[in-house]
C-alpha cells in the first residue's frame, strides 16, 4: 500500500505561481509512477501532469504544458506541481495519485492505483 499527502493549495490571483508537493509513503519502490490529476467543480477528473520513477520521463495535458512543471525528489518521497501562469479555468482540487509501473508515465485515471484526499487550488481573475 502507498499512502499519499497532498499540500500547497490555496487562492491565487490569475497569472500567479503555486508550487504543488506530495508525499508518499509505505510501499515506495522503485517503480512508483506518480501524477497529478484534477477535479473542478460539475466535472470529471482529468489528468495533468505524470513522472516516473527516475523522473526522466514525464506527461502533461496539453493545456498546461509550457505553465506546469511535474518534478519528483526520491530521497524525500516527494513529487511536486509547479503551476505557473494560473488561469480560473485552473480552479479545481488537485489530486495526486500513484501506480507501480515500469515504463512511460500514463494519463489514465483508471491506471492509478493509490489517491490523494486532495488539495484546492483556486485562481481569481
Known amino acids: 500500500q502507498v499512502q499519499l499527502a497532498e499540500s500547497g493549495g490555496g487562492l491565487v490571483q490569475a497569472g500567479g505561481s503555486l508550487r504543488l508537493s506530495c508525499v508518499a509513503s509505505?510501499?515506495?519502490?522503485?517503480?512508483?509512477?506518480m501524477g497529478w490529476f484534477r477535479q473542478a467543480p460539475g466535472k470529471g477528473r482529468e489528468f495533468v501532469a505524470a513522472?516516473?520513477?527516475?523522473?526522466?520521463?514525464?506527461n502533461y495535458k496539453e493545456s498546461v504544458k509550457g505553465r506546469c512543471t511535474i518534478s519528483r525528489d526520491n530521497a524525500k518521497n516527494t513529487v511536486y506541481l509547479q503551476m505557473n501562469s494560473l488561469r480560473p479555468e485552473d480552479t479545481a482540487v488537485y489530486y495526486c495519485?500513484?501506480?507501480?509501473?515500469?515504463?512511460?508515465?500514463?494519463?489514465?485515471?483508471?491506471?492509478?492505483?493509490?489517491w490523494g484526499q486532495g488539495t484546492q487550488v483556486t485562481v481569481s481573475s
Open positions: 495519485a500513484a501506480e507501480h509501473r515500469l515504463g512511460a508515465p500514463v494519463q489514465y485515471m483508471s491506471e492509478y492505483d493509490y
Open positions: 509505505g510501499r515506495t519502490s522503485y517503480s512508483l509512477v
Open positions: 513522472i516516473s520513477w527516475s523522473g526522466r520521463n514525464t
